[in-house]
Structure formats: C-alpha cells, structure tokens
C-alpha cells in the first residue's frame, strides 16, 4: 500500500529559527512530490513541486529535497518568521494523472515571536 | 487571474439527503480533482475529472459521484448522506500535461446533522 508518513505531527519553534520537515514514503516509484501550506479554515496551497528527475527546488526560504532511494523528502524553512505558522502537507503522485495525489497528515507548524 | 472557486463555503444537511458541491477551475486548467479532509483519515481522493472524462478514481462508495462541464467547471454530488460524510471537500485544478502543480480552493464545508 502505498503511504505517506509525516514526522513530527506538531512542530513549535521561536522566531528566527532554520528548521526541517520530513516526508517519507513506502513506495519509491514516484513521479513527483509536492510540499503544501494549510492555513485553518482555508484551502491548500502550492509550495514547491520536485519532479523524481530532480533533487531538489528552491522558492525563497524554502527549499524542498527529494531521495527517491530511502523514500524520503524534506522541506527546509530558513529564518522562520510568525508568518509560517500553519500546517504543511506533503503529498506524492505516483504517475501520469496529475490529480491523484496521496498526502501525508501533515505537521503543523507554529512559530513563536 | 482568479483561483479555484467552490460554492457553496458552507453546508448543513441532514441524514439521507442529497448535496451537490461546485468548483469552476482556475482560467486555461482542464484537469479538476475532488479530495475529503476529515481529521481523522486526512486527505483522500475521491476522482478526476480531464476534458469531461473520468480519469481516476478514489475508494469512495458509488454515493459520490462528479462531473465536468465543456467550460472544465465541475460538480461532485453526494446521495443519501451519512454522519461520517461530514468534511470538507476541496476541489484543485491544474494544467494539462506532467508534473503540473495542484491548484486548490477553500473548500465547501458539509456538516451532516
């Protein structure tokens, strides 16, 4: 079975802080990872994509890594700022069909000034 | 450009009615997918829509069931609902082609009483 696992579930962190998330996943055969934010009552959005070709993306103070031969991925945050604080998601497409996406629970994230 | 819209935000129903929820896609994007958060199982696909067709499909019961337009809006509709439909049902849209990123709504939130 195919599955997401994000580690920790929950994640406090004084402002100013570099910090890291993880992503694993069972099934190493991807195609390509995206890494979300959820903010509460809102819907998701779009991060960083890394397509199984590539290692890693860059987008501001974040920068997303992918190791397809352990199954895992890591979203890096630099600097945090209050601003950061919601839930990440991470979620893998296993081929072709863009829209099937298999998410992790997510870690939220809280940032404190 | 103006993102992926879904009517209604909010719903109450009740047990052994039907809902239908709506989503128009971002401007150019004909692929829609349909996805349940719940707190306990997370994110789950539901389907796909590309063009009208189906593409994919979730492990959802036959209750759930979609369409999408010749504009790319989509519908998904809900029959003889459950308590343990409550959820908020996302909508994203994307780009045809691989390794396009998933463009998300708000959300409707359907609360079954």
């Known amino acids: 079975k195919q599955e997401v696992t994000q580690i920790p579930a929950a994640l406090s962190v004084p402002e100013g802080e570099n910090l890291v998330l993880n992503c694993s996943f069972t099934d190493s055969a991807i195609y390509n990872l995206q890494w979300f934010r959820q903010d509460p009552g809102k819907g998701l959005t779009s991060l960083l994509l890394i397509q199984s070709s590539q290692r890693e993306q860059t987008s501001g103070r974040l920068n997303a890594s992918l190791d397809k031969s352990s199954g895992r991925s890591t979203l890096y945050i630099a600097a945090s700022q209050p601003g950061d604080s919601a839930t990440y998601l991470c979620?893998?497409?296993?081929?072709?069909?863009?829209?099937?996406?298999?998410f992790g629970k997510g870690t939220k994230l809280s940032v404190k000034p | 450009k103006a993102g992926v819209t879904q009517t209604p935000r909010y719903l109450i129903k009740t047990r052994g009615q039907q809902v239908t929820l709506s989503c128009s896609p971002i401007?150019?994007?004909?692929?829609v997918s349909w996805y349940q958060q719940t707190p306990g199982q997370g994110l789950q696909f539901l389907f796909e829509y590309f063009s009208e067709t189906q593409r994919n499909k979730g492990n959802f019961p036959g209750r759930f069931s979609g369409r999408q337009f010749s504009n790319s809006r989509s519908e998904m509709n809900v029959s003889t609902l459950e308590l343990g439909d409550s959820a908020l049902y996302l909508c994203?849209?994307?780009?045809?082609?691989?390794?396009?990123?998933?463009?998300f709504g708000d959300g409707t939130r359907l609360s079954i009483l």
């Open positions: 994203a849209s994307s780009l045809a082609g691989g390794n396009q990123p998933q463009h």
């Open positions: 401007s150019g994007h004909r692929s």
């Open positions: 979620a893998v497409n296993y081929g072709g069909s863009q829209g099937n996406l298999i």
